[in-house]
């Protein structure tokens, strides 16, 4: 990979390690390219006119050098012939070397290639974007994790650090758009609501937003959709934009204008949009509403999402009766004035993409032919919020086509707390979605990230070279194979693969989490009408077999998981604890005390029934500590309680212990509930100037042109 001649092996393929493979070993013949030495070395050169993207790019490979070898270069607009130099350069007319492949770059999309001569190092692309991918490959054929800031990784230490002789040329992503979507956010926003929960209309640190931007451009992807309930702030956007990322949103973010702020945030009020979402009686409104979206964003490289649907996530309410040929003349005279109204608007340079989500009811609709979607707009398939393809294409017809897909989600496949959807049903399904050509956009919905990076790197690789990513045989094997090796090392690899391949088969429903809980919870629920006088019946016995079962299969999870972590480094055992055994054991230690319980309620002695109700303890506060050990900074009080993640609720990883207190605590006569108003707040003293849940409401640019020939 590493020599003179052109490369085009990528790391895709998941079949040998790739972080830091690049480095030339202290003890080699040096033929490589001196990066650093002694406290000295290289410079990093961006000329003036690059793109942004390109100047964020070079400080991270800036720092990334830095952490390395502890000399961070300087970053200069000109080389100064004083210094090894690594070049950034978009393709253009400039003096670049006869090495280039300048035919095999010029007009392609976000390809590029790195290249050593005359010990300097180009990164070369043919796009801004092209370019500043370069930089985050370089950076993990150096060291650098991509997922280091979940990961908790260090780079290993060359204080003289070489690059071995290179040129790696990568073509053209499979996928054109790629990105995260970082939907329902309970756990980052702030400031506290009065149940102790995090604000649910609050603002997530724009620390978080750095994380999640810079993690998904070392992945190599171009978009981001960073809200879906939290208070947005138009930084956030900018920043997205600067670093290179398409700035985009969920199905019913019509045209970028925050309809969960409408009322919340006075965007309503402040956009002149009456006061019916009513397209019959209202009309003018609601083009002024999505008018401010496309205002507000307008300078900013986006993907603009179009559609009808009701101002919160519900379809929208057709007065009774309308005929399906009304509803689709009335869905295509909206559609048609937004992309109308988005052109007049943004500047013509920006060249505005549109995106429509089949999501909930649209698809059965287009599927029925009630829909006329525009040639121009990109059909984006839902999977069933259990990463399963609800739909695909059978044929392109006249459109490009792309997917949207959940690792998390809230709802009634609940997947906020640790990783459910397996690789071999991400490998299964993008399959699909590859061989159906749906490979214009993919939206992955992940949350707040931490508890589902190794299907997103998954799906990054894939989403950059389907066809090799997903060759035969058994591609998630052989990802979870190079996973297990990539971040646990050559020795303990293969006991990781099995802790994963357990994991899997352990955990492939994303109720599983709770299994257990839900039984101790049963359980508890009878114990309680033991111990205040009222009828009980035990657990029944298939039930306790169940349970037995279950037991003894995470049991002997744990154990293989523990052996795979005594071969490992201390990071390694942190994040593998935090990956691929947390998840187990969120289940083991309610279900070890359910069967106590279950013991408890057959026991004809009041006095020791209680004794073995006070034994179910030691099982629930081993996962208190252990949960604990999982939130190392800075992810202090990640699997808090939430709005979502209430005292009563499946995904509240601390139900058993709470109710089981409560429950001693009261000699077996109170259950755990909720706090007054969990569900509903009175979020008064959150607003500001008469909005009716938070203030303030976001600023709309002055100065916008009138849009033109607006149907």
Known sequence: MCIAGTSKATAQVWSSPIRGSWVEDAGASRRGVVLASEGSGCEIVVAPRENSAVRQAAAFLAADIGKISGYTPSIVPVATGSHIAIHLVTLSDRGLPAAVLRDSLQGRWESYQILTASQNVWLVGSD????AYAAYTLSERLGIDPLYIWTGFTPARHTTLVLKQTNHFVSAPSFKYRGLFHDDEDILPRPFEDTGYPLRIGDVPLIWYQRFFETALRLRMNMVAPYARAHR????QTLASD??????????????SNPFGMERFGLARARNAGKSWDWFGNRGGMLNYWRGGVAENRQLDAIWPVGLRGAEDRPYDFPRGTSDSVEAAVFRAVVDSQIAMTKSVVPAEKSPVFAFTLYSEMLDKFQRGILDVPANVILVWPDDNDGVMRGLPNAPGRWKHGVYYHLAYFGAQAKQVTHAVSPYRVAREFARITDAGANEYALVNVSELRDFVMETRMIADITWNGRTALAAPDPAARFVRWWSEEYFGASAGPLADSSYEDYSRLID?????????DRFQDALAELHKRFTGLPFRS?????????ERRDRELQSAVTRAERAAALMSSEQRQFHFDNAELGLLIDWRPTQAALLLAAALTEPDSARAWKMVESARLPLEKLETEILRAEWPPFDGWYRKTWIRRETKPSNVHRSYEQLRVFISSGGRRELVEPAGAAHPDLRRFCTDGNPCSGPKAEIPGNVPPPRNLP
């Open 128 to 131: 801004s974007r092209g370019t």
């Open 539 to 547: 657990l029944p016995l298939d039930t306790v077999r169940m349970l």
């Open 233 to 236: 702030r138009f930084e956030v």
């Open 243 to 256: 670093w290179g990322l398409f700035y985009t949103s969920h199905h019913y973010d019509i045209l970028l």
């Open 509 to 517: 429903r994303f109720d599983q989490l709770w299994h257990g809980a």
